[in-house]
């Protein structure tokens, strides 16, 4: 015999994240959502900060409402995702207030006229951590933001500079700490790629922020 819990948690894997749905069967709207508040205290209290949003929230528009409670401003430089992080920022209603704008530098030569050092792309090439962290150092310089971010790679289908398709590096370059990198291979195709490069480039970005502190700005 099978017996459900009330109230249930649902796990679903999503572009964004693993979501957890919480459902509870009531007589009315008031027991129901008394049965779910421990419930969500709980995994909240579990979960900590991997919790990033509820209800209708994005991942998009709870990054951008980190970035205006710190008053932190936000460019990028993109190649391999065209656009789609820029695009994906400016989603949210009132984003205007944290990003300053963004560059889609597709060719070698765009990423040198908006200053990537030429001799960082000759020595690592095109597709590297040292070029994605050069594309975001040169992002926040040249529209003095906050934080820049760096976007490089090979969405596909066909190997660029000798690396496979979906191969990515992400960069950010905040003024409150370090540069960092990573890279990833995505394996599912080019629009895939694309995707989860933008989804890691907010994740990286919402850490960031978590890790910043008011007397680095000071």
């Known amino acids: 015999m099978l017996v459900m819990s009330n109230p249930s948690v649902g796990i679903y894997a999503r572009a964004d994240g693993v979501h957890l749905r919480i459902a509870a069967k009531a007589a009315d709207e008031r027991e129901g959502w008394a049965l779910i508040r421990p419930v969500e205290e709980e995994m909240r209290r579990i979960l900590g900060p991997a919790v990033w949003g509820a209800d209708a929230d994005t991942f998009e528009s709870v ?3 980190t970035m205006r409670e710190r008053g932190v401003t936000l460019a990028t ?6 656009g789609l992080l820029a695009s994906t920022i400016t989603d949210v209603p009132g984003s205007s207030g ?30 590297s951590a040292e070029c994605a962290r050069e594309m975001a ?26 690396k496979p398709a979906g191969t990515i590096h992400i960069a950010i370059d905040a003024i409150w700490e370090a540069p960092r990198s990573v890279s990833y291979t995505f394996p599912q195709g080019r629009d895939a790629v694309k995707r989860r490069a933008v989804t890691q480039a907010l994740v990286m970005l919402r850490q960031s922020l978590l890790d910043y502190r008011q007397e680095a700005l000071a």
């Open 63 to 65: 990054v951008g409402d």
């Open 137 to 162: 150092r040169a992002a926040r310089e040249t529209l003095a933001a906050s934080v820049g971010i760096g976007i490089t790679g090979v969405a596909g289908p066909d190997e660029q500079e000798g």
């Open 77 to 82: 430089m993109e190649s391999c995702t065209g």
């Open 98 to 127: 944290y990003f300053l704008g963004g560059m889609v530098a597709y060719q070698t030569q765009q990423k040198i006229a908006w200053g990537v050092r030429a001799e960082v792309i000759e020595e690592h090439g095109v597709i």
